[in-house]
């Protein structure tokens, strides 16, 4: 059977990101599922029953520890993006149609767009409830002053953009299946850490 693409076999020599760029696509990948189910853990079970559930102190270090997960994301996501607008993408090996490569584009335009907006809108959304914008031991600056209404808003914000998320991850591994599994032409390879 003839395909317009090349077929399993043909691994090596084909256009990929470079390793700095594999490499971050798959720690923020892992960092940004924790920081999903982590919030989620938070926002569904709220602070008073966190401290039930396991006391002030560890409640303390949840809080603290998603934070500068977060943070942590923002700081690899600008770093991506500025490796990536200075390295370029690399061309795609197979012929895709013009529909795939537009909401390929778009897919992933819009998961560096939201991946950067998520932490912005949790540190002002924190700053603006008068918490501690927390990095490890370090306090950061929150930019704004307390103001309970705005960081009720940026908190629903928060989680709608975590839903966005979601939807565009499932979206993308689903992508990332059908090239892998159903057409087996090597997209996956551009992105993959070890063949
Ligand atoms: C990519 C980074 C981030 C992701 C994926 C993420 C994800 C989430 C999710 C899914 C929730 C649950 C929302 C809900 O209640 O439905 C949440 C809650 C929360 N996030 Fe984030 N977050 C990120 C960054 C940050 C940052 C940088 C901060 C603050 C500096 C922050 C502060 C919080 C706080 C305080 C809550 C709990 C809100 C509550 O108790 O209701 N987040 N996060």
Same mark, same amino acid.
């Given at each position: /059977? ?55 102190? /560890? ?30 993408? &690399?061309?795609?090996?197979? !012929? ?5 490569? #537009?909401?390929?584009?778009?897919? @992933? ?9 998520? &932490? ?11 918490? &501690? ?14 103001? &309970? ?22 979206? @993308? ?11 087996? !032409? ?7 850490? #070890?063949?």
């Amino acid at each position: /059977m003839s395909t317009a693409y090349p077929t399993v076999g043909v691994a090596s020599g084909l256009p990929r990101y470079s390793y700095l760029l594999r490499l971050l696509h798959w720690v923020i990948a892992v960092l940004l599922i924790t920081a999903l189910i982590g919030g989620m853990t938070l926002g569904t079970l709220g602070y008073e029953r966190l401290v039930e559930l396991v006391g002030v102190e /560890m409640a303390g270090y949840a809080y603290m520890g998603h934070k500068t997960l977060g943070i942590t994301i923002l700081g690899l996501m600008v770093l991506r993006l500025l490796v990536r607008v200075s390295q370029g993408t &690399p061309e795609y090996a197979i !012929d895709l149609s013009r529909a795939q490569h #537009f909401f390929a584009g778009l897919v @992933h335009f819009l998961l560096y767009v939201l991946v950067i907006a998520m &932490p912005i809108i949790g540190w002002l959304a924190t700053a603006a409830a008068g918490n &501690p914008v927390n990095f490890g031991t370090y306090e950061l600056p929150g930019f704004i002053g307390q103001d &309970p209404e705005l960081s009720k808003t940026l908190f629903q914000a928060h989680t709608v953009v975590a839903l966005c998320i979601i939807a565009l991850i499932v979206i @993308h591994v689903a992508a990332a299946f059908y090239h892998a599994r159903v057409r087996r !032409d090597w997209v996956t390879t551009r992105i993959s850490l #070890f063949n």
